[in-house]
């Protein structure tokens, strides 16, 4: 960025072309700024998509481990179902 003196210089020099160097001046500065945000927005929003991606593969492999946990249970209630009944069978 420019600083105070170096932006009191520019309008000066500016200042003589009368009103049309100002506008051009206002013009100029605005369209600078416009284009840094329109930098910033595109690297937000590439930002975003990769975080989607990532975000995406996170819910699968929670859900394949959820499924992975909820087959695990459930084989663990069969057995202990069985050797439940294997030691009533063989206490009788």
Known sequence: MLGVVESAEMVAQLAQFGAAG??????LVERRAAAGREARLEQA???LMEQREQLHALLEVISDNTRAMTALETTQRTLAAMVADMKSRGAA
């Not at 100002?22 to 013009?27: D, E, P, S, V």
């Open 22 to 27: 100002l506008i051009a001046l206002m013009w």
């Open 45 to 47: 929003h590439t930002r």
